[in-house]
């Protein structure tokens, strides 16, 4: 439950500042909010009733336990006793019991020690409890990676659409030269439409784009539960430090209250096979009573201490703790199999964070030659010793060098968050 309130609390004092306003999106912020609203979050609170009510229920083992019984029999024969007083000086009456008998009772049983069964009860539910959480926080934690994608998704559309503006801008100021040039008969139509072209693709790049953010738009809305406008602005991630050891998954804490659960298991075994120990009184009302010789409705009572002591599951018990302590086995290798394939990951999460430092590394400098080839592109179409078809090539050129850039920007973020994503940090 404390998990639960710590998410409440941060959703709410987000919503005081921002939620109301929805103008700019921060990725942790929608991590909260699409785990706040995602359908298993509500599996909290019905996890901590039906452990309550369970944990009630076990308690209840130390009431007095009440029953009420009644029946009525026909006996085909009854006890009698044979006496010979033919030698006796006088007559013995001896009373005999009739075939017809009745009875109703009420028994009330009190336990005093259970051998620690209830108390083991309770371990088990507490533990079962925990792991169902673990569960649920296990598949909360994917929601957070779903998040990551649409939002560094959008953010590269973002990216892309921007580079279309630029290069649109540029496209337009070569067609305004182009424009003078045909006013002044040195340039051709065909130059002219070669750019109107150019500019005509770069609007379908552009209704593409936008088409596609729309869509991330709409899905990163229904996992946050907010209504968002399609040019919704989105905070690019700051650059942030990450560590290179350590995992802290859910699935670590599910693995390890799964083991904790089975060995709660190994409390209930033991305490299943050890004797246990009650008070007990009945009181009734029938006939015959006690005195099964005297034929007449009576009250009476019984009342005393029981012990019981089931040898039965002694049997079984080394089975049933080996085959725990092989369940607890397996878990083990599951643990070191996910630790495997965890680590791997982040070995080729890190790999490629370094891919997209050596490649950021080069994107200005082949930015900078583009630009001036472009640049020496239009002087020379000016001068008349190029051709539109081969300056169109060079702002494609530069254009594509920006975009690339700005597209391993975006992909080394999104691997730095991937790789504490894979961590658990």
């Not at 929608?30 to 369970?54: D, G």
Request: neutral net charge; hydrophobic residues 40%.
């Amino acid at each position: 439950m404390k998990r639960l309130s710590a998410i409440i609390f941060l959703v709410l004092a987000y919503g005081a500042t921002t939620l109301e306003a929805q103008n700019k999106l921060i990725l942790h912020e929608c991590k909260q909010l699409a785990v706040y609203n995602y359908p298993f979050i509500r599996q909290y609170k019905l996890v901590e009733q039906s452990s309550q009510y369970t944990l009630e229920n076990i308690a209840k083992n130390y009431l007095p336990q009440i029953g009420f019984n009644a029946q009525a029999t026909y006996q085909s024969e009854v006890t009698k006793l044979s006496i010979d007083q033919s030698s006796l000086p006088f007559t013995l009456n001896i009373p005999s019991v009739n075939k017809d008998q009745y009875k109703a009772t009420v028994d009330v049983s009190q336990l005093i020690w259970d051998g620690g069964a209830t108390a083991s009860q309770k371990k088990v539910a507490q533990a079962n409890s925990n792991v169902d959480k673990q569960r649920i926080d296990v598949g909360l934690y994917a929601v957070k990676d779903k998040i990551n994608q649409l939002y560094f998704g959008i953010l590269a559309v973002d990216e892309q659409l921007g580079i279309v503006d630029l290069t649109e801008k540029n496209l337009k100021s070569n067609r305004e030269v182009v424009a003078s040039m045909l006013r002044n008969g040195v340039a051709m139509q065909p130059d002219a439409d070669l750019l109107d072209v150019e500019l005509l693709s770069l609007d379908q790049t552009r209704i593409t784009q936008k088409a596609l953010r729309k869509a991330y738009v709409q899905m990163l809305s229904l996992f946050i539960h907010k209504p968002l406008a399609d040019n919704v602005e989105l905070e690019k991630p700051l650059e942030t430090n990450f560590s290179l050891e350590g995992i802290s998954r859910p699935e670590l804490n599910l693995y390890a209250s799964q083991m904790e659960a089975l060995k709660t298991q190994n409390y209930a075994l033991d305490a299943k096979n050890r004797p246990k120990l009650a008070l007990f009184a009945q009181g009734g009302y029938g006939r015959p009573g006690l005195n099964m010789m005297e034929d007449k409705f009576k009250l009476f009572g019984v009342a005393g201490v029981k012990l019981s002591w089931n040898f039965g599951g002694l049997y079984t018990q080394k089975n049933e703790q080996k085959l725990i302590e092989t369940n607890i086995n397996n878990l083990e290798i599951q643990q070191e199999a996910f630790l495997f394939n965890t680590n791997l990951e982040l070995t080729k999460e890190q790999s490629e964070i370094q891919k997209m430092k050596d490649l950021l590394s080069k994107d200005d400098d082949i930015i900078q030659l583009r630009a001036r080839v472009k640049l020496s592109g239009e002087s020379r179409y000016k001068n008349g010793t190029y051709q539109m078809n081969e300056l169109i090539r060079d702002i494609n050129n530069e254009s594509l060098a920006r975009q690339t850039k700005a597209l391993h920007e975006i992909q080394y973020l999104m691997n730095v968050y991937n790789y504490k994503q894979i961590q658990g940090k």
